[in-house]
């Protein structure tokens, strides 16, 4: 399998910055897209961005475009979320995870989870 694991996140005030990063280990990092996912209190998880296998196409909730960027260097076996501008409304456990193949908007397209990390923005 492939284990993931977050880390980056903490507490921001509104309109400041954070870089979340997810380490990958197991089956070959390459083989899988990746995708950032978010959850609130209460509420269903969302997408928030996707990289394909090569780098080579980015996806973003329109909730995020323009303020988050994701990344990967596959040398390193990880994936990163950089967010910008952040809104209190961004508050919420983010998870990165792993698909072999799919519709990377939809969360059945990821085989693997990581266990999540905490951002929080204040106002």
């Known amino acids: 399998q492939v284990q993931l694991v977050e880390s980056g996140g903490g507490l921001v005030q509104a309109g400041g910055s954070l870089r979340l990063s997810c380490a990958a280990s197991?089956?070959?990092?390459?083989?899988?897209?990746m995708g950032w996912f978010r959850q609130a209190p209460g509420k269903e998880r969302e997408f928030a961005a996707a990289?394909?296998?090569?780098?080579?196409?980015?996806y973003y909730a329109d909730t995020v475009k323009g303020r988050f960027t994701i990344a990967r260097d596959n040398a390193k076996n990880t994936v990163y979320l950089q967010m910008n501008s952040l809104k209190p409304e961004d508050t919420a456990v983010y998870f990165c995870?792993?698909?072999?193949?799919?519709?990377?908007?939809?969360?059945?397209?990821?085989?693997?989870w990581g266990q999540g990390t905490q951002v929080t923005v204040s106002s």
């Open positions: 995870a792993a698909a072999p193949g799919g519709i990377l908007l939809k969360p059945g397209a990821y085989r693997y």
């Open positions: 197991g089956r070959t990092f390459s083989n899988y897209a």
């Open positions: 990289v394909t296998r090569s780098g080579g196409s980015t």
